[in-house]
């Protein structure tokens, strides 16, 4: 897993460029202000999850604990039920009792 840093506004502030490339090598930045931490930066998690390059991805591919897909996600057909429009708002009305 990769390291936690904290440090103060002013710190972060003077090394911003230092600090970012600290994050982009994965390094996690907690931004304290005084004795609080009000501030997280981090990679960002959703593009690198779909890549398996997630650092708790990586982690967790790692320990064996998951296995990348083997093949490209696939869109799901039309689905084979068919009822009219407001069906469904019909259903949570008369679930809800209105």
């Given at each position: 897993?990769k390291?936690?840093?904290?440090?103060?506004?002013?710190?972060?502030?003077?090394?911003?460029?230092?600090?970012?490339?600290?994050?982009?090598?994965?390094?996690?930045?907690?931004?304290?202000?005084?004795?609080?931490?009000?501030?997280?930066?981090?990679?960002?998690?959703l593009?690198?999850?779909?890549?398996?390059?997630?650092?708790?991805v990586?982690?967790?591919?790692?320990?064996?604990?998951?296995?990348?897909?083997?093949?490209?996600?696939?869109?799901?057909?039309?689905?084979?039920?068919?009822?009219?429009?407001?069906?469904?708002?019909?259903?949570?009305?008369?679930?809800?009792g209105?």
């Open positions: 897993m390291r936690t840093k904290v440090v103060g506004i002013r710190e972060l502030e003077n090394n911003l460029s230092a600090y970012l490339r600290e994050v982009k090598l994965g390094t996690r930045i907690l931004v304290k202000d005084g004795d609080v931490v009000v501030a997280e930066l981090r990679e960002p998690s593009e690198a999850a779909e890549n398996n390059e997630h650092p708790l990586q982690y967790w591919i790692e320990k064996g604990w998951l296995r990348p897909a083997t093949r490209p996600k696939t869109p799901m057909g039309k689905s084979p039920i068919s009822l009219p429009d407001g069906t469904a708002k019909y259903l949570l009305d008369l679930e809800r209105e």
